[in-house]
């Protein structure tokens, strides 16, 4: 086929392209065809130059990469050498590394993979910074202070996190009760419906949907159109169908447009059912009228509150349970509580009117209902509620709930009366009623109406009580017989006929009538009401016709001081007291219960009692030297000295040779200015019981007196017979301190040490001499064979820990009282001077792990106490110290501190109160009452003054 003009021009451009001759004369310029060759225009004629033409290749060019070209490089074009900041030339990159899916691919592997899988909870995902690390002891530590913490500030939390939670559920359950809340009191008179009632409440319709009361052979299965053509077709006029036959013999029954009688689906009526439902719908949005919308936008929230019932509850919830309810009313209308449930719904729903009619309805319905008249009496208004009592009078007489009800109504005092006494004509039997009546009486009447109630109620307790109480004895007594008749098996006549004998003094009587009621009756435990009620003389026949009952003899002993206790931790004294009578009747030589009798005396007793009690005692038990004691110290503390002699000349009478006796004696002449009697006591003491304590007591005499040489050489005396005895050379080397005999003190301590190596305080009085003459080395020297010899001593520790303290040396005393709490970790005072050793912040922290290892301990309370003071905390301070002082009484320090805080913040009844406990107690332990109360210049002071002055060397330094 021969070439078109197309085909020519075709092969003039590519041999154009290809470099060859494009003119006429040059070769392959002719044409075979001898046609004329028409000249192709070179681009560069009659145009304007490109400005792109002459340009470098842009950076990474390949001239036909898009074509298939790939290129290559020579020496050319890389060149000798090349400086290091020049830019790459990535032209001749392999192709495989330019592509654009291995881009992707490396940008995916870039990213860091944030699957759940790829998670893990230490070290997070797996491209973290430090996955790869080894995991060392160091970061284990370092993650164990951090959940410490972390547990620590959730602990401190944790308590207002509850609280807020509990306060926000408080108020959400405020706000929107559950429905069963609302019908809690309905549901707690369901017990009383009877099985009758529940018999006869009507079962409840289907509430389910039509497709799950519909069974699966009963579903509508629609027509096809095909049907319906061939019926058309036919000239078939039917408009309905037997559901019997359905479509192709098949049972298919329709639920609905069913026609009465023919059981045929009327089509027709199916339509019509279906436009109205539809302009039904279409009516409820929009206005027939206008067509615009019969919604107010602006009043539509407000329309929206109101219909928000005032109790906050669910109006779905509402709605069902006032339907629930008017089904139950419909089908069983002679139910009280359904009637009663309806205006309580209503009532709480705001629709107080509503629920009055209902209620008034109810009372028609079911006019036999006691619960129904007083709730409808309830729910109407004054007037009309008294209507409603009336009326509900007349359908039940009998009903005393009503006539309390009417006589609540009544405002007039003589309105309720009247009311009361119409009730009691109609039901003379109910106590309540006669109770009623009878508190609104005057006396006399009073009386009238009881000697006619317990006509009409013989078997009521408390009218006859009642009656008792407002006759005269002889009436009373006849009263509590006829009662006792009537009602033979109740303790409460028995005991008030033997409170009414006492309170008329015939006390004989009293024995008699509990021993009849103890036969009768058998053990009774009402001895602490006749104590409270002021019968001592009862209480005492109950306590002593009934101690004896069901105990074993080997027991008795223990019971009965276990009942004591108890009585007088009820307030029950006279029991207490009865008990203690008792058991020193049949225990008169027991030591152990004259002590718990005088005891109980001397704290809730008189001085009378408690001396006439002792006089008894000390006839009983002539060797018990406490009780003579006691009863010297009660007659010194009435100022009585020549009877306080007396008695202890008898006492050694009876104890020849007794050293508490000899130095009770001391005490009462050198503390009544008699030291002459003193001395020749003292001397005596010495020739007939020579004892430690007694040539202690020698020497104590004549330092005090400032007989410095007449102590020394008793002290000499004393250390020949007992040179094991510690108080003596510590004594000695105060004395030589005093007189600032340094060296002779250092020696006396010595030597004391040689023959007392377990004597902690002259270990530590060796080592304050040290402190004070300058020598620190030395004192430390001396605390640190003191820890040698004595492991495991919590005073040596304290001891050195307050001389690194004293010394300013508080990194030293740190590291002491850590090794200190090693070794004794279960030392008080060890604990209590470590939590103020650590600064402001980690006390409370250091309180709380004391408090862990010592619980009950007196010193770590007290410095709790201290804490909380520091703290300004003064009701907690306050409380702490109370326990302190409980737990531990002979505790001085804590006294005087109790003392000191109440100084500051309490009142003038509290710091007495402080100062009388202190006084009842007498404590004798602690660092500095010690100090204070064995100083030689405070030795005649009494506890109140050594309070005041321990309470003043205190210094708010914690």
Same mark, same amino acid.
């Given at each position: ?7 020519q021009?075709s ?6 392209a ?11 310029g ?10 192709l225009?070179?681009?560069l004629?009659?145009?304007?130059k ?20 790939t ?13 290091a ?16 899916g291995?881009?992707m691919?490396k940008n ?59 306060d926000?559920?408080?108020k959400y #359950?405020?706000e929107?009760?559950?429905?069963q ?38 579903k509508?299965t ?14 078939d ?43 039904m719908?279409l ?6 009228v ?6 107010d ?10 219909m ?14 006032r339907?629930?309810l ?12 359904a009637?009663?449930a ?13 629920? #009055?009619?209902?209620?008034i309805k ?8 006691e ?7 309830r ?10 009592v ?12 009503i006539?309390i009800?009417a006589?609540?109504l009544?405002t007039d005092?003589?309105a309720?009366?009247r ?5 009691l004509?109609?039901v ?12 609104l ?5 009073a009386?009238?109406?009881l000697?006619?109630a ?22 009373a ?8 008749e ?39 435990g009402?001895a ?14 109950v306590?002593?016709a009934v ?12 019971t ?22 008792h ?5 008169p ?31 009983h ?10 009863g ?17 000349a ?18 009462l ?7 002459? /009697? ?8 010495r ?12 020497v ?10 007449a102590?020394?050489e ?26 600032e ?22 270990w530590?009085l060796?080592?304050r001499?040290?402190?004070?003459v300058?020598?620190l080395?030395r004192a ?11 492991p ?7 001891e ?6 004293r010394a300013g ?8 009282m ?5 070794e ?24 709380v ?10 010193h770590?309370?007290?410095a ?9 905390k ?5 409380e702490w110290?109370? /326990?302190?002082?409980k737990?531990?009484p ?5 006294w005087a501190l109790f ?16 100062r009388?406990?202190?006084e009842n ?24 003054e ?7 060397k205190f210094?708010?330094?914690f």
């Open positions: 086929m021969a070439s078109g003009p197309g085909k021009g092969k003039v451009v590519s041999r154009s290809a470099g060859g001759s494009g003119g006429p004369g040059g070769p392959g002719g044409n075979p065809g001898g046609a004329p060759v028409v000249p225009a070179s681009p004629m009659g145009k304007k490109k400005p792109f033409l002459g340009m470098p290749a842009p950076l990474g060019y390949v001239p036909g990469l898009g074509r298939g070209a290129g290559f490089t020579t020496r050319s074009d890389i060149g000798p050498a090349r400086d900041n020049d830019p790459v030339d990535d032209r001749h990159a392999p192709p495989g590394k330019r592509t654009v291995d881009q691919k995916e592997e870039d990213e860091e993979d944030l699957n759940d899988t790829n998670y893990d909870e230490f070290n997070g995902y797996a491209g973290s910074l430090f996955s790869s690390g080894p995991y060392e002891k160091d970061d284990e530590e370092a993650d164990a202070i951090y959940a410490a913490l972390d547990k620590r500030m959730d602990e401190r939390r944790k308590e207002r996190r509850e609280l807020r939670e509990k926000e559920i408080e #359950r405020m929107r009760p559950k429905i809340q609302q019908f809690s009191d309905l549901k707690r008179k369901l017990a009383e419906v009877s099985e009758d009632d529940w018999l006869s409440i009507p079962e409840v319709g289907d509430a389910r949907n039509k497709r799950q009361r519909n069974p699966r052979h009963e509508l629609p027509m096809p159109d095909s049907f319906f053509s061939k019926h058309l077709q036919s000239g006029k039917n408009t309905s169908v037997d559901p019997l036959k359905g479509l192709g013999g098949l049972n298919t029954p329709y639920p609905g447009g069913v026609t009465p009688g023919t059981g045929e689906l009327d089509m027709r009526k199916i339509g019509q059912a279906r436009n109205t439902l539809m302009d719908r009516s409820q949005v929009s206005d027939s206008s067509g615009q919308t019969v919604v936008p602006k009043g539509y929230l407000t329309d929206l509150n109101s928000i019932p005032t109790h906050g509850g669910d109006i779905s919830d509402i709605k069902k349970a339907l629930l008017k089904s139950v009313r419909e089908t069983n209308p002679h139910h009280p509580p009637w009663i309806s205006a309580r719904l209503e009532e709480v729903t705001g629709k107080l009117q509503v629920a #009055r009619n209902l209620i109810g009372t028609e319905m079911c006019p036999k209902s619960d129904m008249w007083l709730e409808a009496a729910l109407q208004p004054g007037d009309t509620a008294k209507a409603v009336a009326q509900a009078v007349r359908h039940l007489p009998g009903s005393v709930r006539y009800r006589a609540e009544e005092v003589r309720k009366k009311v009361l006494r119409k009730a004509e109609n003379s039997k109910s106590v309540r009623l006669w109770k009623t009546a009878v508190e009486e005057d006396p006399e009447d009386r009238i109406m000697s006619r317990v006509e009409c109620c013989p078997t009521s307790v408390e009218l006859w009580l009642a009656l008792a109480r407002l006759e005269t004895y002889e009436n007594r006849r009263v509590l017989n006829k009662a006792r009537n009602i033979p098996t109740d303790r409460h006549i028995w005991i008030t006929a033997a409170k009414l004998e006492e309170a008329n003094g015939n006390t004989q009587m009293v024995e008699k009538i509990i021993d009849r009621a103890i036969t009768s009756l058998g053990a009774n009402d602490e009401e006749c104590d409270k009620a002021g019968s001592v003389a009862t209480c005492q026949a306590i002593r101690i004896g009952i069901a105990i074993e003899e080997e027991d008795c002993k223990h009965w001081m276990e009942d004591s206790e108890s009585c007088v931790s009820h307030g029950a004294l006279e029991c207490a007291r009865a008990i203690y009578a058991a020193l009747q049949v225990f030589s027991k030591k152990s219960v004259w002590l718990r009798a005088a005891y109980f005396e001397k704290n809730h007793g008189t001085r009378e009692s408690l001396e006439a009690l002792l006089q008894r005692a000390v006839a038990c002539p060797k018990a030297e406490v009780l003579w004691l006691m010297a110290k009660s007659k010194w503390l009435a100022n009585d000295v020549p009877a306080a002699r007396s008695i202890l008898l006492a050694f009478q009876a104890n020849p040779n007794s050293e508490e006796i000899w130095l009770a004696a001391v005490k002449e050198s503390e009544n200015n008699e030291y002459e /009697r003193a001395r020749r006591l003292l001397a005596k003491a020739s007939s019981a020579p004892t430690a304590r007694v040539f202690m007591k020698s104590k005499l004549e330092w005090v007196l400032g007989n410095i040489e102590a020394h008793l002290c000499a005396e004393a250390l020949r017979h007992y040179e094991d005895f510690p108080k003596l050379w510590m004594m000695k080397g105060q004395i030589e301190e005093q007189s005999n340094m060296d002779k003190a250092r020696d006396a301590y010595n030597q004391g040490l040689k023959k007392c190596l377990h004597a902690m305080s002259l530590v060796l080592s001499l040290e402190e004070r300058g020598q080395t430390r020297a001396i605390l640190e064979k003191a820890r040698l010899k004595n495991q001593t919590p005073e040596l520790w304290l050195s820990v307050r001389l690194e303290f040396l508080k990194n030293i005393s740190h590291t002491l850590a090794k200190a709490l090693q004794c970790p279960n030392s008080g005072i060890l604990w209590a001077e470590a939590v103020f050793l650590e600064a402001r912040p980690q006390r409370k922290t250091k309180s792990d004391a408090l862990k290892k010592c619980e009950h301990d007196p770590v309370l007290l709790v106490a201290k804490l909380f003071w520091s703290e300004r003064i009701t907690k301070a306050r110290f109370l /326990r302190t002082v737990i531990e002979d505790l001085g320090d804590a003392y000191k805080f109440e100084l500051q913040h309490g009142t003038e009844e509290q710091q007495e109160e402080v009388k406990r202190c107690a007498e404590p004798r332990h602690g660092e500095l009452w010690c100090a204070e109360s064995k100083h030689v210049l405070n030795w005649q002071k009494k506890i109140g050594i309070l005041s002055q321990v309470a003043g210094k708010n330094t």
